[in-house]
C-alpha cells in the first residue's frame, strides 16, 4: 500500500525540464516534482505521493496529519 503524505516545500528550482523542489517529511528530506502543483510556493506544504507534489495542503491539516501520523507504533 503506498500512502501520500505531507511535507514542506523547502525551495523550488524551475530550470530544468520539469518545475522540481526538495521538501521536509518531518527531517527527512527530498527531491520531488511539482509539475502538477504550480501554485505552490516556498513554505507551503503539499501532498507528495511517489515523489509527485499532488495537491496544496493548509498548513493546519498538514500540521494535524503529521500529528497524527507520529503517533502510528513503529514496533
Given at each position: 500500500?503506498?500512502?501520500?503524505?505531507?511535507?514542506?516545500?523547502?525551495?523550488?528550482?524551475?530550470s530544468?525540464?520539469?518545475?522540481?523542489?526538495?521538501?521536509?517529511?518531518?527531517?527527512?528530506?527530498?527531491?520531488?516534482?511539482?509539475?502538477?502543483t504550480?501554485?505552490?510556493?516556498?513554505?507551503?506544504?503539499?501532498?507528495?505521493?511517489?515523489?509527485?507534489?499532488?495537491?496544496?495542503?493548509?498548513?493546519?491539516?498538514?500540521?494535524?496529519?503529521?500529528?497524527?501520523?507520529?503517533?502510528?507504533?513503529?514496533?
Amino acid at each position: 500500500m503506498c500512502l501520500a503524505i505531507p511535507g514542506q516545500i523547502l525551495s523550488i528550482d524551475s530550470s530544468g525540464t520539469l518545475r522540481m523542489g526538495r521538501a521536509d517529511f518531518g527531517g527527512v528530506i527530498q527531491e520531488v516534482c511539482l509539475e502538477y502543483t504550480p501554485e505552490i510556493a516556498v513554505g507551503d506544504y503539499a501532498i507528495v505521493h511517489v515523489g509527485f507534489a499532488i495537491a496544496r495542503l493548509d498548513v493546519n491539516r498538514a500540521k494535524e496529519i503529521l500529528e497524527t501520523i507520529a503517533q502510528i507504533p513503529t514496533e
